[in-house]
């Protein structure tokens, strides 16, 4: 029989593997009796450890969530897993950096040498992109409660920005990231409509609102609906593209275009030459976007397009006149 000490350990690792435990597969992977499956279970709630004893036909015992954080056991892949993510949390915008620098410190002094050397060997250097401004920060606090409403489908009452009147009623679906930002997608329950706002700006409200049953969201999946907001696309997720969108024929080989064409079309017309069709949020930044490519531009349509360029023509004119 193995010592208690490592029994306990190994109890402990089971425990954390699955929901509902029967006491007698315990008592075999452990090669012990159910007494002494007993036994332990009462020497690790003596630890701190919330573990509950459910009935049924076989009997057996639940590791559940207590009031307070007891240790836990982390296999070698589980442990190099979390002090990634404990790295890359610096990204988030999430403000836990300085909460995730102290979890990773903990982590590692606990590490096996092998595991500690992999981890000392593995930088993530969050690089910002250049701004005006420092991206807003999201406090941990509001990331919790919108979380908590969406897992819970409660309606969530709260302020928003610097908007006056009565708090903001919706009911909360998903909890996302965007470009460094987080957004909560929700239906708005005044507005009769889907609606994205900027965790930032939110101030939850208590109590809480009364339980819904979620609606179905456009789009199909939360990702093509995000994207499709940011795209400029309708709430109902069908017009899918950029509210603004073209096509132009560049003195250029497509093999030089296309790298550097994200989420538009370039197709091949010969030596040289290539179509492109391309949108953006205005008819002015699609102009601007395409006169990178320093080459010659032939517009396709729509005439939209053909204005945009005479404007940007006639401004870059006065520009160079001084």
Known sequence: ?????????????????????????LADRLDVSPRTVRRDVDR????????????????????DAGSELPPLLF?????????????VAATSGAGIEEAAARALSTVRQVMPAR???????????????????????????????LSAAVHAREVLRFGYGSQEGPPRRVEPHHLVTWGGRWYLVAWDLEREDWRTFRADRIAPRTPAGPRFDPRELPGGTVAAFVAGRFLGSDSSGDSGGWPCRGEVILALP??????????????????????????????TGLAATIGRFDA?????????????????ARRY??????
Do not use: N
């Not at 517009?299 to 397009?305: K, N, S």
């Open 317 to 322: 004119a006065e520009a160079a006149a001084g």
């Open 75 to 87: 296999d070698d892949e589980q442990a190099v897993a979390l002090a990634i993510a404990l790295q």
């Open 44 to 63: 690790l709630r003596e630890l701190g450890y919330p573990i509950v004893a459910f009935k049924g036909p076989e009997g057996g015992y639940r590791l």
């Open 254 to 283: 497509a093999s030089e275009v296309s790298p550097y064409v994200r989420d538009g079309v370039v197709e091949e017309l010969g030596p040289g030459r290539c179509r492109l069709v391309l949108g953006s949020w205005s008819w």
């Open 115 to 145: 595991l500690r050397h992999r981890i000392d060997t593995l930088r993530v250097t969050a690089v910002e992109r250049p701004a005006p401004q420092p991206e807003p920060q999201v406090g941990g606090d509001v990331l919790v409660a």
């Open 1 to 25: 029989m193995p010592k208690t000490s490592a029994r306990l350990l190994a109890l402990l690792s089971l425990l954390q593997t699955r929901r509902d435990w029967p006491g007698a597969l």
């Open 296 to 312: 010659g531009i032939e517009v396709v349509g729509p005439p939209e397009l053909r204005d945009a360029f005479a404007r940007l």
